[in-house]
């Protein structure tokens, strides 16, 4: 039993059995008396003095148990819409004694029940994640919460790279006769990117990127005045818009307690930036080293790629991987080789595979981890001089791969920062990038 109902029965009962208590101890014989004594009328006012505070303490009960059932009426029906599970644990924890429950009761913890199991099934198909891991997730994969996001970026990334360029012939099997040249290139790449994306519904969002770069390279060269000591250097800096690129992502299959969050793409990369073909090359006074006059700061050809993500939730962490195939058209140009005089012809910069696996780890709503790993594989070059066949340009298939870890950060409800870095495990890799996202939603 309630112990509000206890407690009020407590007070009542007294009060109800002290009326006949009362009662009785007043004889009635002095009442049928002409004449009482003044100990008489004194004691029979005593006892009204008495019974009259016991009614008065009687009626403060009644009212104080009208109040409190009026007060547990209103908290059961609050508690049926807001405390739903609190109502269903409530008769496995009452005493076997107890009264009997009301008979609407069963109906109403029957539609709670529903209720339960139609909340557990929603958290089942779309399972909680922190906000810092959301904004990880956007990175690599998708995320369909989030209506329009505003994220500027900036990335930089250093590669060098040594080259062993031998000009000459071998003697007798065993005696190199001609130039010995160590050639090497550094390159800084400074990349910044706006990047807009519209979530149209649950299953459809599209996203435009717009990037501008700026590289700083020089290029050494051994052999300056026929010496091994001393290099020749040439330092070439430019910056310009990029390509610009565009996506659509549409999700094929949203997460729950069985499967992934899979979602498709595709991504169309425009020609906007500077091209590398035709470009004109210098040449340095003892004809060591070579170099370009400008930097190029996109491929020069339109671009279309394709692929899928997967992401799955085990709190506190998230598991995700893409897969990806890239296309490259093949397009004209007036001038292929960039050295005196014209050389036009076709160009088809090939096919490109990758992948990533990565996990997201949020150490609190605020702040989340993550650790990546990304690898590339490009397929040769191939170029048509006009009217010759098409030939392959050696050392153009590339492999790149890299480690990636960072950490995410939001700095207020509406603005996060993501940060991370990569080291690259490959030599066509950059030896390292640091980038810094801020991604705000509106």
């Not at 009785?24 to 005593?46: H, V, W, Y």
């Amino acid at each position: 039993m309630n112990k509000k109902w206890t407690s009020a029965v407590a007070v009542i009962l007294p009060g109800i059995l002290a009326v006949p208590v009362y009662a009785a101890d007043i004889d009635p014989q002095p009442a049928l008396q002409s004449t009482l004594s003044e100990q008489d009328i004194a004691a029979l006012k005593q006892k009204l003095i008495q019974l009259n505070k016991q009614i008065k303490l009687q009626q403060q009960t009644i009212n104080q148990m009208a109040q409190q059932v009026l007060k547990q009426e209103a908290l059961n029906r609050q508690a049926s819409n807001k405390d739903v599970a609190l109502t269903t644990q409530q008769p496995a924890s009452t005493p076997s004694s107890a009264p009997a429950l009301p008979t609407e009761r069963p109906s109403a913890q029957s539609s709670q029940q529903s209720v339960i199991a139609s909340q557990t099934t929603k958290r089942k198909k779309a399972p909680d994640r922190a906000r810092s891991t959301d904004d990880v997730l956007q990175e690599s994969h998708n995320v369909f919460s989030r209506k329009f996001t505003v994220e500027p970026s900036f990335t930089y990334s250093y590669y060098s790279r040594k080259d062993l360029i031998l000009r000459g012939f071998l003697a007798l099997d065993a005696i190199f006769l001609g130039n010995l040249n160590l050639d090497r290139i550094r390159t800084n790449t400074t990349q910044l990117d706006l990047t807009t994306r519209y979530t149209l519904n649950d299953n459809w969002q599209f996203e435009l990127g717009l990037p501008y770069l700026y590289r700083w390279t020089q290029y050494d060269s051994v052999g300056e005045g026929n010496s091994s000591q001393r290099y020749e250097t040439a330092k070439i800096s430019g910056g310009q818009i990029g390509d610009v690129s565009g996506a659509v992502y549409y999700r094929i299959n949203a997460e729950s307690v069985d499967w992934p969050d899979w979602v498709w793409n595709v991504r169309v990369r425009a020609p906007t930036g500077k091209d590398p073909f035709g470009i004109p090359l210098e040449t340095s006074e003892t004809g060591n080293l070579t170099y370009p006059t400008e930097m190029a700061t996109g491929s020069g050809v339109w671009g279309v790629s394709t692929g899928f993500s997967l992401a799955k939730t085990f709190d506190p962490a998230i598991v995700f991987f893409n897969l990806n195939y890239g296309v490259s058209f093949k397009e004209s140009f007036d001038d292929l080789s960039g050295a005196t005089g014209l050389s036009p012809g076709e160009i088809d910069l090939g096919d490109y595979l990758d992948y990533s696996v990565g996990l997201a780890f949020a150490v609190s709503e605020r702040m989340s981890l993550s650790m990546s790993f990304n690898q590339r594989f490009y397929s040769k070059t191939k170029q048509r001089p006009e009217g010759g066949e098409w030939e392959k340009i050696p050392r153009t298939d590339t492999n790149t791969a890299s480690l990636g870890i960072g950490a995410t950060l939001a700095l207020s409800p509406n603005l996060s920062m993501v940060t991370s870095m990569g080291a690259g495990l490959t030599e066509d890799s950059p030896d390292y990038q640091i980038s810094l996202r801020f991604p705000y939603r509106f």
